[in-house]
């Protein structure tokens, strides 16, 4: 799943609470003996507006655009460490086919759906945050149903890109 464990302070008989604060800007869950935020992916898979081929691309876009921007692998909790070391020539060519990929993407999905990923999976922004960008004249209840629509459409677009890529591969 795409819920983003964040750094909380506060110790109390050995758990772990959020700021005040945090509580006002996040959603928050308890999972276990965690709180984690969840982000509009892990929302719309709880509405059951997408599925697991959608949350597995938005999982997937996210890990290579990190790595194509940024430079960092941000590893699954649950990967196995059975990765072949390389040096820095292998890691710039890996990089690089991240960044193909998702100027790939960027180029079948087009520019608008590509801002609406980036919005949505790399800047974390709300439905709310979303929609006040893109529809500031429209009430919020009915810009933030109109983004969450076409966040949906944009993932499942986006999980059909990695299965044709797949396939294409073979």
Known sequence: MLIMERNM???DAGSVYPTAERFQHSELRRIGD???V???VQAMYDAQDIG???VAAADRWYREFLFAT???VEQRPNAVASHEKGD???WMLGRGKCSVRINDVRH???LCAHVRLEMMLAREMSFSAMARQFYPGLSEARARMKISAQCALILEQLASFYENDR???K
């Open 9 to 11: 302070v506060g110790v």
């Open 34 to 36: 965690a709180y984690r």
């Open 38 to 40: 969840v982000n509009t």
């Open 52 to 54: 697991d081929d959608e």
């Open 70 to 72: 940024v430079g960092v």
């Open 88 to 90: 820095v020539h292998t």
């Open 108 to 110: 079948a999905m087009g």
């Open 167 to 169: 396939i294409n591969k």
